[in-house]
């Protein structure tokens, strides 16, 4: 599957950004897909996930309450609301899928369960 992440810009902190994630190539319905973000100088961080058929979603601690990831099977494409942002929200963000899905979601913590990444996209957070 092939994954063309979009919607990074610049913004203010406070304010904010919906990223969308485009797959093609797969039964994009079999997947499970993540969101992880790599700051400048730092490993990169899973986000989100959400389970293939959208019923549930993970989050990271960090974005918990401000992020919130959705998916829409009949586009092929998943997105990433994010509200309330701060300058520390600032890195490239990746868009990522497996298949077949996990039993257990909590297992796509571990970004080394996703094995097709998009190319990313920059968000940078004005103070």
């Known amino acids: 599957v092939q994954l063309q992440a979009s919607g990074g810009g610049l913004v203010q902190t406070g304010g904010s950004l919906r990223l969308s994630c485009a797959a093609s190539g797969g039964t994009f319905s079999r997947y499970d897909m993540g969101w992880c973000r790599q700051a400048p100088g730092k490993e990169r961080e899973f986000l989100a996930a959400?389970?293939?058929?959208?019923?549930?979603?993970l989050y990271a601690d960090s974005v918990k309450g401000r992020f919130t990831m959705s998916r829409d099977n009949a586009k092929n494409t998943v997105y990433l609301q994010m509200d309330s942002l701060k300058p520390g929200d600032t890195a490239i963000y990746y868009c990522?899928?497996?298949?077949?899905?996990?039993?257990?979601?909590?297992?796509?913590?571990?970004?080394?369960?996703?094995?097709?990444w998009g190319q990313g996209t920059q968000i940078t957070v004005s103070s």
């Open positions: 959400i389970r293939w058929s959208g019923g549930r979603t």
């Open positions: 990522a899928a497996d298949s077949p899905p996990v039993a257990i979601l909590s297992e796509r913590r571990r970004e080394s369960t996703f094995h097709y």
